[in-house]
Antibody, heavy 123, light 107 residues
Framework: QVTLRESGPALVKPTQTLTLTCTFS??????????VSWIRQPPGKALEWLAL???????YYSTSLKTRLTISKDTSKNQVVLTMTNMDPVDTATYYC???????????????WGQGTMVTVSS | DIQMTQSPSSLSASVGDRVTITCRAS??????LGWYQQKPGKAPKRLIY???SLQSGVPSRFSGSGSGTEFTLTISSLQPEDFATYYC?????????FGQGTKVEIK
């Protein structure tokens, strides 16, 4: 059974750096084709894709946020970490991680999601 | 970046109605599109992948169609458990982008 679970602080102050961890089971990020993304959703608003890391350690970022984001993986721990610098109240959102799979026909995106973790940015 | 224009933003429908939601891409994305259902307080759930393939375990009243720039999610006979918000996602090129969502409400 594939599961993902997000963890991190519920509250951060403006200008601080947010660090979120996605811990997963039921698959390995060293397996060819496997990928993990981060997605966020401000309260009452739409989903927004943030970043993706794949089995080969290739990393992709949202155009609008790429200067603030870093994604990394620890294959031995089955974890993916997202850092976001210079947090602002507009970054208040539920942050999700989700699995994707890549093969010769392209991506199969977000078949499994974590439950999400709410992050509030406030002083 | 590829923009996804989803319509309508909301709709009211009755149990048993046929419901259609559309996503238009600002440029061709082949069939690199998925549809997701989200209920309040829950993570999204994938319904359709590769534009028209039904996710395992999803009822057959859900179907997807389209290729290139125009895509459709159809619910053939709306059920009480289908009242939710639906999103499309393009994953043809980075940055991946979601539509703005369609909230399906009870009439």
């Amino acid at each position: 059974q594939v599961t993902l679970r997000e963890s991190g602080p519920a509250l951060v102050k403006p200008t601080q750096t947010l660090t979120l961890t996605c811990t997963f089971s039921g698959f390995s990020l060293s397996t060819s084709g496997m990928c993990v993304s981060w997605i966020r959703q401000p309260p009452g608003k739409a989903l927004e894709w943030l970043a993706l890391i794949d089995w080969d350690d290739d990393k992709y970022y949202s155009t609008s946020l790429k200067t603030r984001l870093t994604i990394s993986k620890d294959t031995s721990k089955n974890q993916v970490v997202l850092t976001m610098t210079n947090m602002d109240p507009v970054d208040t959102a539920t942050y999700y991680c989700a699995r994707s799979n890549y093969d010769s026909s392209g991506y199969s995106a977000f078949d499994i999601w974590g439950q999400g973790t709410m992050v509030t940015v406030s002083s | 970046d590829i923009q996804m224009t989803q319509s309508p933003s909301s709709l009211s429908a009755s149990v048993g109605d046929r419901v259609t939601i559309t996503c238009r891409a600002s440029q061709g994305i082949r069939n690199d599109l998925g549809w997701y259902q989200q209920k309040p307080g829950k993570a999204p759930k994938r319904l359709i992948y590769a534009a028209s393939s039904l996710q395992s375990g999803v009822p057959s009243r859900f179907s997807g169609s389209g290729s290139g720039t125009e895509f459709t999610l159809t619910i053939s006979s709306l059920q009480p458990e289908d009242f939710a918000t639906y999103y499309c996602l393009q994953h043809n090129s980075y940055s991946w982008t979601f539509g703005q969502g369609t909230k399906v409400e009870i009439k």
